[in-house]
């Protein structure tokens, strides 16, 4: 498998084995970034958002794992804080560009360093974060300033199984795939 990013195969792998939380922006990594508007029948805006179902079960399987996962968006959507809810998030942090802030916060509640946490990120707001984890990862649809620094660049595009790819890069690294396919055997 060639290279993906600053990491090679073996050093993505002991890294990931440390791995206790993995945090993520909203739009563009979790979806693909693309934002439906409508106007509803009170003259309201609602914003749609898809979140692709492979990368919803992987971040089920963290939580089974005993891995702490959540996001650091920008953009509000309740949509997705009741999706993150629904897939045992434990952090969700909307309305919020100082994600530098936000994961100092979240490390110290989760009981983590930085070296034990992954940020998947698609955007220069996401590069104070992606500059301080022990694993930073972006899809291949992120800014090239993005790609540039990322640790690692996943094969699948945000919004379409980026997460997932991830997960189970993480979940093999930790011995863990293997209760994941005997689950479904």
């Known amino acids: 498998m060639p290279r993906r ?5 073996a050093e993505f792998n002991r890294r990931a084995r440390r791995i206790r939380l993995v945090l993520m922006d909203v739009d563009g990594v979790l979806t693909s970034g693309v934002l439906w ?7 309201g805006l609602v914003e749609l958002k898809g979140i692709h179902a492979q990368d919803s079960i992987a971040l089920a399987w963290l939580a089974d794992a005993g891995i ?7 953009r ?26 936000v ?17 998947m990120g698609d955007d220069i707001q996401d590069l104070p974060v992606m500059r301080l984890v022990g694993l930073s ?3 291949p649809n992120a800014r090239p300033e993005v790609i540039a620094e990322a640790h690692w660049v ?30 479904f055997s």
């Open 5 to 9: 990013g600053k990491l090679s195969r």
């Open 37 to 43: 508007h409508f106007v509803d029948t009170s003259g």
């Open 68 to 74: 702490k996962t959540g996001i650091i968006s920008g």
């Open 76 to 101: 509000v959507s309740a949509g997705v804080a009741e999706r993150a809810k629904a897939l045992r998030m434990s952090y969700i942090y909307q309305h919020r560009l100082d994600k530098k802030t």
């Open 103 to 119: 994961f100092h916060e979240i490390c110290k509640d989760a009981g983590v360093g930085p070296e034990e946490a992954i940020f």
């Open 137 to 139: 990862v972006a899809p």
């Open 154 to 183: 996943t094969k699948a595009e945000g919004g379409n199984g980026s997460v997932r790819e991830t997960a189970e890069l993480v979940l093999r690294a930790q011995g863990r795939w293997k209760d994941i396919l005997e689950k």
